[in-house]
């Protein structure tokens, strides 16, 4: 696991492995949104920019860890405490005691609280307030939280005496700082005597020059062993103020030419390793969002597919319920028609037809037909039963849509005339009727055959009129006749609905036109 290997490399003091390795976990929890792992990482990556002397960078670090510290507070404690550290290294006191006091208020762990407490009195004695660093170290070990932390105690009891010592109470700081070194001996801490040895070479630096040289060399042995440069560079200046120049001023000025770039080389490691993170990260990112557009579009187009699909699909169910539907609704119109064939049919077998038979058969038993002139009066009513059969039957037959239809048309219409009434037809021949659609041919001799009954049974016309005519895109059909004619609205109750249904389904028009006393007319447009 990244972060395992990290912590092992941070140990063994490999910082530029450690930072790399942290920072490559840290992008991998991102993946995760695992967040108590992302401010775990950032918070290390800040605490080894620190160590390498990178405090700004250090500091970048930790606001990038803001947002995922409030998932729990010792983590915000934690930031806050390296922030404080931060400041206090770049000599900015104040803000390094407002984060070391929200350090505090984010923990409610005593020996959490100590460390910060620490910090804060530690500033305290660089901003030269000694009796408020006094107060608060004495205060932390009244509590006796850190009586089981040794190491932590011996510390706080050094900066009490150093701090005592600064404030010209040299006995009393003396005793002090000598118990918190003897505590740390006693303790094993060889890194925190580093910082005993330096506040006694301090102290003995103006009564004790011996002494003083002898405790700054035990803070360089000890650093140079622990690769502490900041504390050797320390113990160094402590010699050379005492007289040693000569002896140890090449070697500060060769280590601090070395620690600056040390931690200059540090500080850009630190920043092309976050740099070349992020460029990758964005580099992923855009991959990710290229394949993710990628399997967008391809998503777009099967739902395109499935939505066309059924697009077909339902345009295909839509055609066969259309032609289901007109198919019941010209069987249904069959139906009717024949209903109102066999009705008509009826009708005028019992309206007409019934009476003139029964007549007939009366003549025979009241007439003798040994008579000639009775002979001829009951052969004119066969006859005209005989004629009256024919045209029943012919307005009833199918007819003929072929090359015979004009014939046909004329024979029918010709049939209505008779000694009362005289039938005029023209232009017949005018139209090219092998160009005109069957349905409609039907259509005209049904409606016309119809307008004939109409007048025989209603108008007892006269004279009756029916013009053909055309143009190049229309036939015209012009009926007029001279009977009673009658009241528009009527027209309907005269069964003429019917004519109206037949021409409109063809997509032609027909008018009406008729008063009482002044005869029928009626003009008839059918598309060719």
Same mark, same amino acid.
Request: net charge positive; aromatic share 10%; with cysteine.
């Given at each position: 696991?990244?972060?395992?290997? @990290?912590?092992?490399?941070?140990?063994?003091?490999?910082?530029?492995?450690?930072?790399?390795?942290?920072?490559?976990?840290?992008?991998? *929890?991102?993946?995760?949104?695992?967040? @108590?792992?992302?401010?775990?990482?950032?918070?290390?990556?800040?605490?080894?920019?620190?160590?390498?002397?990178?405090?700004?960078?250090?500091?970048?670090?930790?606001?990038?860890?803001?947002?995922?510290?409030?998932?729990?507070?010792?983590?915000?404690?934690?930031?806050?405490?390296?922030?404080?550290?931060?400041?206090?290294?770049?000599?900015?006191?104040?803000?390094?005691?407002?984060?070391?006091?929200?350090?505090?208020?984010?923990?409610?762990?005593?020996?959490?609280?100590?460390?910060?407490?620490?910090?804060?009195?530690?500033?305290?004695?660089?901003?030269?307030?000694?009796?408020?660093?006094?107060?608060?170290?004495?205060?932390?070990?009244?509590?006796?939280?850190?009586?089981?932390?040794?190491?932590?105690?011996?510390?706080?009891?050094?900066?009490?005496?150093?701090?005592?010592?600064? +404030?010209?109470?040299?006995?009393?700081?003396?005793?002090?700082?000598?118990?918190?070194?003897?505590?740390?001996?006693?303790?094993?801490?060889?890194?925190?005597?580093?910082?005993?040895?330096?506040?006694?070479?301090?102290?003995?630096?103006?009564?004790?020059?011996?002494?003083?040289?002898?405790?700054?060399?035990?803070?360089?042995?000890?650093?140079?062993?622990?690769?502490?440069?900041?504390?050797?560079?320390?113990?160094?200046?402590?010699?050379?103020?005492?007289?040693?120049?000569?002896?140890?001023?090449?070697?500060?000025?060769?280590?601090?030419?070395?620690?600056?770039?040390?931690?200059?080389?540090?500080?850009? +490691?630190?920043?092309?390793?976050?740099?070349?993170?992020?460029?990758?990260?964005?580099?992923?990112?855009?991959?990710?969002?290229?394949? @993710?557009?990628?399997?967008?579009?391809?998503?777009?187009?099967?739902?395109?597919?499935? *939505?066309?699909?059924?697009?077909?699909?339902?345009?295909?169910?839509?055609?066969?319920?259309?032609?289901?539907?007109?198919?019941?609704?010209?069987?249904?119109?069959?139906?009717?028609?024949?209903?109102?064939? &066999?009705?008509?049919?009826?009708?005028?077998?019992?309206?007409?037809?019934?009476?003139?038979?029964?007549?007939?058969?009366?003549?025979?038993?009241?007439?003798?037909?040994?008579?000639?002139?009775?002979?001829?009066?009951?052969?004119?009513?066969?006859?005209?039963?005989?004629?009256?059969?024919?045209?029943?039957?012919?307005?009833?037959?199918?007819?003929?849509?072929?090359?015979?239809?004009?014939?046909?048309?004329? &024979?029918?219409?010709?049939?209505?005339?008779?000694?009362?009434?005289?039938?005029?037809?023209?232009?017949?021949?005018?139209?090219?009727?092998?160009?005109?659609?069957?349905?409609?041919?039907?259509?005209?001799?049904?409606?016309?055959? &119809?307008?004939?009954?109409?007048?025989?049974?209603?108008?007892? @016309?006269?004279?009756?009129?029916?013009?053909?005519?055309?143009?190049?895109?229309?036939?015209?059909?012009?009926?007029?006749?001279?009977? =009673?004619?009658?009241?528009?609205? =009527?027209?309907?109750?005269?069964?003429?609905?019917?004519?109206?249904?037949?021409?409109?389904?063809?997509?032609?028009?027909?008018?009406?036109?008729?008063?009482?006393?002044?005869?029928?007319?009626?003009?008839?447009?059918?598309?060719?």
């Amino acid at each position: 696991m990244l972060q395992e290997k @990290a912590t092992e490399q941070f140990l063994k003091s490999n910082y530029n492995n450690s930072f790399y390795l942290f920072n490559k976990s840290k992008i991998a *929890f991102e993946l995760s949104k695992d967040s @108590a792992n992302i401010v775990y990482n950032l918070i290390r990556m800040a605490n080894i920019q620190q160590i390498n002397g990178d405090y700004y960078g250090s500091k970048e670090t930790l606001t990038e860890a803001l947002p995922y510290a409030d998932i729990d507070n010792t983590y915000k404690s934690a930031i806050n405490n390296f922030f404080g550290i931060a400041d206090k290294e770049l000599a900015i006191y104040d803000d390094a005691i407002f984060y070391y006091n929200e350090a505090i208020k984010d923990t409610n762990d005593q020996v959490a609280k100590q460390s910060p407490l620490n910090n804060i009195a530690v500033v305290y004695i660089k901003k030269k307030n000694y009796d408020e660093a006094i107060k608060i170290l004495e205060s932390i070990l009244k509590t006796k939280a850190l009586d089981a932390y040794p190491k932590s105690k011996a510390r706080v009891i050094d900066n009490l005496g150093f701090a005592y010592y600064k +404030k010209d109470s040299n006995e009393k700081g003396f005793q002090l700082m000598k118990e918190g070194l003897e505590l740390r001996i006693k303790a094993d801490d060889i890194y925190g005597s580093i910082e005993s040895y330096l506040h006694l070479a301090e102290f003995y630096s103006k009564t004790d020059i011996q002494k003083s040289n002898e405790n700054a060399k035990k803070a360089y042995d000890i650093a140079t062993k622990f690769n502490s440069i900041d504390e050797r560079l320390r113990a160094l200046a402590f010699l050379i103020s005492n007289g040693s120049e000569t002896k140890y001023g090449k070697k500060y000025i060769s280590l601090n030419d070395s620690i600056i770039k040390v931690r200059n080389n540090f500080k850009n +490691k630190f920043a092309k390793i976050k740099y070349d993170s992020k460029k990758e990260k964005d580099e992923n990112q855009k991959l990710r969002l290229e394949k @993710a557009e990628t399997s967008l579009a391809l998503q777009k187009a099967h739902y395109q597919k499935i *939505f066309f699909t059924i697009g077909i699909a339902a345009l295909f169910l839509l055609l066969l319920y259309l032609r289901k539907f007109y198919q019941n609704r010209n069987r249904i119109e069959k139906i009717k028609t024949a209903y109102s064939t &066999e009705t008509r049919i009826a009708k005028d077998i019992h309206d007409g037809l019934a009476n003139d038979v029964f007549h007939a058969i009366t003549y025979t038993q009241t007439q003798p037909l040994a008579n000639e002139s009775n002979k001829e009066n009951l052969l004119q009513k066969l006859d005209d039963i005989y004629s009256r059969v024919r045209g029943i039957s012919r307005e009833n037959n199918d007819i003929d849509t072929g090359p015979n239809f004009p014939n046909n048309l004329k &024979e029918m219409l010709s049939t209505y005339n008779s000694g009362q009434t005289n039938v005029i037809i023209n232009g017949v021949e005018k139209i090219n009727w092998d160009s005109v659609d069957d349905l409609k041919k039907i259509a005209i001799q049904r409606v016309l055959h &119809e307008l004939m009954v109409n007048m025989k049974k209603h108008s007892e @016309a006269p004279v009756v009129s029916i013009k053909f005519d055309s143009n190049s895109n229309f036939m015209l059909i012009d009926y007029s006749d001279n009977g =009673k004619g009658c009241e528009k609205s =009527k027209i309907i109750k005269n069964g003429l609905q019917n004519m109206e249904n037949r021409i409109l389904s063809n997509k032609g028009t027909i008018t009406f036109e008729t008063e009482p006393d002044k005869g029928f007319k009626v003009k008839i447009t059918m598309p060719k």
